[in-house]
Nanobody, 123 residues
Framework: QVQLVESGGGLVQPGGSLRLSCAASGSIFSFYSMAWYRQAPGKERELVARITHTGKTNYPDSVKGRFTISNDNAKNTVYLQMNSLKPEDTAVYYC?????????????????WGQGTQVTVSS
């Protein structure tokens, strides 16, 4: 059973920085992509950053240049470095993985979600 556990959320002032971590546990063979999503109250969940198994990254314009996603394969951990935070970045941030478990037939991947971590940007 694969599990994703986020950490690193909290309260930060506008212009500040936070680094979120997402640790994947369980029997993992590989992944196709890992990503961070966020959901603010009353809004739909939106993609914040994605990284593929080849290291290719993409970001929406709203966070481009401020957020950076990276991964440490040895630790099965994905990070989201968030700089120059704005009040509109306030949301629950979720880790997402398109992961191939060990023993998966034909390298079939499955989608996994973390439980979410709250990020609040406020003075």
């Amino acid at each position: 059973q694969v599990q994703l556990v986020e950490s690193g959320g909290g309260l930060v002032q506008p212009g500040g920085s936070l680094r979120l971590s997402c640790a994947a546990s369980g029997s993992i063979f590989s992944f196709y992509s890992m990503a961070w999503y966020r959901q603010a109250p009353g809004k739909e969940r939106e993609l914040v950053a994605r990284i593929t198994h080849t290291g290719k990254t993409n970001y929406p314009d709203s966070v481009k240049g401020r957020f950076t996603i990276s991964n440490d394969n040895a630790k099965n951990t994905v990070y989201l470095q968030m700089n120059s935070l704005k009040p509109e970045d306030t949301a629950v941030y979720y880790c997402y993985g398109d992961i191939v478990p060990n023993g998966s037939a034909y390298y079939t991947s499955y989608e996994y979600w973390g439980q979410g971590t709250q990020v609040t940007v406020s003075s």
